[in-house]
């Protein structure tokens, strides 16, 4: 996820559930000048006994903008349908750090959706073998065989957040 004209990261708060439609609007009333993304993840779901993909939210409840935030911005964004609030400090919007959203962009490849990483597991030790999770064992913290999904421990918008990601598991040859 690159820097548009090296303008910062930053959160708004949205209801949970309205994130797309919150995104289509800021990127409406934008027309351009801010970037209006939602992580989204790919999760196997079990459902009436059939296995199936879904696309959920990473962060329920957020959507994070890249732009130059000013006063005429913050007002133009905070006046927007559905958005409740900045992600703030006590200076402002809080921009979200850089190597936040490096992780953030390696696990997206900049198309929105974190898609599944192949990995062996041999007792407690993981090895992701390719996928958005490549390089990053230290990150997980527990593999659910049967789920399919790894708990992984990011550090967003300055707080560890556990979000679950899919895994396929391969068998050794």
Known sequence: M???NGAGWYAVFVATGEEDKVKARINFRMQGRM???VPKRRLKER???KWEDKIRTLFPGYILLNGMIGNETYDLVRDIPGVIRFLRDKDGPLQIHKSEIEVIGKLTADCEIIGYSRVYVTG???MVIDGPLYGMEGCIKSIDKRKGR???LLNIMNEPRLVELSVALVQPA
Request: proline share 0%; glycine share 6%.
């Open 47 to 49: 459902r009436e006994g």
């Open 150 to 152: 790894a708990k992984v």
């Open 35 to 37: 970037r209006a993304i």
């Open 2 to 4: 690159m820097y548009k």
């Open 124 to 126: 407690e030790k993981v």
